[in-house]
């Protein structure tokens, strides 16, 4: 199943209306959100220390930047920023607390609510690449090679410090380098009563 924490108003409201709103990359870094959300999404660092070159573990390009031995850090910027919508496939207590919400849209059939909102976003997003799957979670002081910048991956990437989270994500990269500035978008796929329930945080 999938889960979309919540505040109890929006929640209702994505089930009936089927209202669902993606948001700009960029903005997970703003000060709005709170340490189970706030993420620099935009790019990722990674650190190589002398251990690795006494062990030759690091990718052949690096070692050809960085010939000697020493502690350096590497950054991997994606190539632009991009439209996010995130769920976790974690039904747990702590999520709640960690997000500051009081519900939880609980999706019983994932393949459908994928399908529609992949169709929802397709006819807004016309010049953009659409791509849904599991966030890869990554250990900034054990990654030696260099981040491939295929899409398919790069756009998954997250620390490990965010790994119980368990993320599901629609990642919505416009083939336009030259796009303005973004802003939050609105997505329409229609009442999901038939595959979705709400679960809500007694106080």
């Known amino acids: ?10 929640m209702g409201s994505m089930i009936k209306s089927g209202i669902v709103r993606v948001a700009p990359a960029s903005s997970f870094s703003g000060d709005g959100h ?9 790019a990722i660092t990674t650190y190589i220390s002398p251990y690795d070159y006494d062990l030759d573990m690091i990718d052949p ?18 190539p632009s920023d ?3 919508y995130c769920m ?18 609980v999706i019983h ?3 459908e609510f994928e399908r529609r909102l992949k169709k929802a976003a397709a006819r807004i997003f016309k010049n953009h690449v659409l791509m849904f799957d599991a966030a890869k979670y990554v250990d900034p002081y054990f990654i030696l090679q260099r981040f491939t910048t295929d899409p398919t991956f790069l756009y998954f990437i997250k620390h490990l410090r965010f790994m119980y989270q368990r993320e599901f994500r629609l990642v919505i990269i416009s083939k336009d380098v030259d796009e303005v500035r973004l802003e939050p978008v609105f997505l329409e796929i229609g009442n999901i009563e038939d595959i979705a329930s709400l679960f809500i945080l007694e106080s």
Not at 62 to 78: E, I, S
């Open 34 to 42: 709170n340490v189970a959300q706030k993420d620099q999404e935009l």
């Open 88 to 105: 976790s496939v974690n039904l747990d207590i702590r999520m709640f607390f960690d997000f500051n919400c009081d519900a939880c849209v």
């Open 109 to 111: 059939d994932q393949y």
């Open 82 to 84: 991009y439209y996010l």
């Open 1 to 10: 199943m999938f889960c979309k924490y919540g505040q109890k108003k929006y």
């Open 61 to 78: 390009y690096l070692r050809k930047l960085r010939p000697k031995r020493g502690v350096w850090k590497v950054n991997h910027v994606k």
